[in-house]
Structure formats: C-alpha cells, structure tokens
C-alpha cells in the first residue's frame, strides 16, 4: 500500500520552530522503519496495510500531541491485489533523473 500525507496543523510549530508540528508528523514515518519520501507538499511511505493505517494516523495524532491547537490531515492510500503492485519506485523511476532544479 501507497499512502500520501499532508498534515496540516494550526499553527504549523512554535515561534523559533515554524514547523515543528509538522516536523512531529514527519518524524513518526521516519521513526516507523517504513520506505519514504518527504516532498514540499507532503510525504509518501509505503508498507503493509495494517502498518501504513496505523502510521498515517500516528502522524496525525502526533501534531497535537506536539501542541498544534488542531489539525487538518488530507491523505490519499493506493492499494492494489495485483500479484506485483506499484511501489513508489516504479511510479517515480523515470522522473528521478534529468529534471531541471
């Protein structure tokens, strides 16, 4: 299963962090041992299904733990039954080299 996420919490982070809360969110994914992906916009992980549920909502959960006042999470899960489902590798490949920066 493919999961993208964007936590959006209110306030973002702390004065002298801006986006600590959000860094909370990260570090839960980064914590889980799960291949990922952290973009300007979001981050993509992937794992088993039980495994990427309960991720997504630990990096939900983890923004008010870490004192956002609330938060907004927007997420999109790709799951396929296909004997060799798509992997973030296989979707990104061949956009990984010779763009422009």
Known sequence: MIVEIECLPRPYGEPGAPYSFVEAAIRVIQESGLKYEVSALGTTFEGE???VWRVAREAHEACLAAGA????TIVKFSQSRMPNPPTM???TAKFRDGGSS
Do not use: H, M
């Open 89 to 91: 590798e296989s979707l």
């Open 49 to 51: 299904p039980d495994e």
């Open 69 to 72: 006042e609330s938060v907004l």
